[in-house]
């Protein structure tokens, strides 16, 4: 049965609906909009219980979310709701998408978007066809001894599936893209179906570990590439945007070396930079998407400084949260008191605000240390 098509205005009383692995940031940014929303993610984590009128935690199942638990909460919430903004998870599954849709307005891209875009032979394809430069992909392994390649899994968010793929083998949903070099700079995208504005540039870093050498660590902006530069990501990113119908807020990531830069791939959904760019100037993300599905487009602004940074902590070693915690409020994103975090899974988000990149990095360094010396490790079972 099609469903009747609902407001994307901020001015409708109903609430929306928030999904995503972690809906903090969404939360956050619209209740700095004036709005409080329903969320559906994987962590409840206490700051975004605080931010959503309502905050409902879901089982995990691989990369995403438990799908008959996620489509049985959506059943539930979607007769009082405007529509569902959802974020990271959704990549690998667009027909998770397409059920939810089903059921509830997406104040975001369509399946159909989403699933053009984060298929890398789709993607590549349209690249070569708008004359952009991307890495080559493949779909067969590299031949044993052969270097320079890289192992990606299909929608795959976060860079844990990301791996050297020196004699690798092909796994189900998994393709191979030459590895190039350059600065890692993410390009947020407002579109609104026809084409797109660029409204900040971030820098991004990995925090490796054994088994994912590219996990990603954290993020800063604004960064300000040369002109020429950023005149041709902002060319690319407006013929991207009417080429695949691209809507609201997305984010184009890319490899910068010079002026010469290399396209890795397009989000399809608010992202991680969140927290670097809403509230400049007054400026609010999330009305700024909700507009954008309209067909409303600002007027370009110059994100203003300070730099802002953040970074996951992620545990160094097997940890417990003190029941009488006291965050920092440079935190986010923080694990429930009392509980415990294994090795290597994160903890929180760190922030920090500096003049530049360097010194917002250097703060964030030292906050997590701070923070390390207020957890405990936990005694052996």
């Known amino acids: ?76 919430l979607a007769p009082a709701a405007r529509g569902l903004v959802y974020g990271a998870g959704f990549e690998h599954d667009p027909p998770l998408l397409a059920a939810l849709a089903r059921r509830v ?24 066809r708008l004359g952009l430069p991307h890495p080559e992909i493949r779909c ?16 795959g968010t976060g860079g844990s599936h990301v791996a050297i793929a020196t004699g690798a083998t092909a796994a189900p949903g998994s393709y191979f893209q030459r590895r190039v070099q350059g600065r890692p700079l993410s390009a947020l995208l407002l579109a609104d179906g026809s084409g797109a504005q660029v409204l900040g540039y971030s820098e991004q870093w990995v925090a490796p570990v054994a088994g994912a050498p590219f996990r990603y660590g954290g993020c800063a902006g604004p960064v300000m590439p040369p002109p020429r530069l950023t005149r041709a990501i902002a060319e690319a990113s407006d013929a991207l945007a009417a080429a695949t119908g691209l809507v609201g807020l997305n984010s184009l990531d890319l490899l910068v070396e010079d ?19 809403d509230g400049r100037a007054g400026c609010s993300l999330w009305r700024l998407h909700l507009a954008a599905l309209d067909g409303q487009l600002p007027p370009a602004q110059t994100a203003p400084a ?27 994103d923080r694990e429930t008191r009392g509980g415990h975090v294994p090795r290597d899974a994160p903890v929180c988000t760190v922030r920090a605000a500096a003049a530049s990149v360097a010194a917002a990095r250097a703060q964030l360094e030292r906050r997590a240390d701070r923070l390390l010396a207020r957890l405990v490790t936990p005694a052996p079972a």
Request: with cysteine; proline share 9%; hydrophobic share 45%.
């Open 306 to 332: 300070p730099v802002r940074a953040a970074a996951i902590f992620y545990a160094p070693s097997a940890l417990a949260i003190p029941r009488d915690m006291i965050w920092p409020r440079w935190t986010a």
């Open 1 to 76: 049965m099609p469903i009747a098509r609902r407001s994307t205005s901020s001015a409708d009383p109903r609430r929306a609906l928030v999904a995503a692995l972690s809906g903090r940031a969404l939360a956050a940014a619209a209740r700095r909009a004036g709005e409080r929303v329903l969320v559906l993610d994987l962590f409840a984590d206490e700051d975004t219980a605080r931010c959503a009128q309502r905050c409902i935690r879901l089982p995990p199942d691989g990369p995403g979310f438990e799908r008959h638990a996620l489509l049985a909460a959506v059943d539930d």
């Open 259 to 277: 002026e010469r830069f290399s396209i890795l791939e397009i989000n399809p959904r608010p992202g991680a930079t969140l927290d670097l760019f």
């Open 140 to 155: 067969a392994p590299p031949a044993s001894g052969e270097t320079g390649w890289l192992r990606k899994r299909a929608g």
């Open 105 to 128: 307005q997406l104040l975001g891209n369509a399946p159909e978007t989403v699933a053009s875009v984060k298929d890398p032979h789709r993607l590549a394809g349209l690249l070569g």
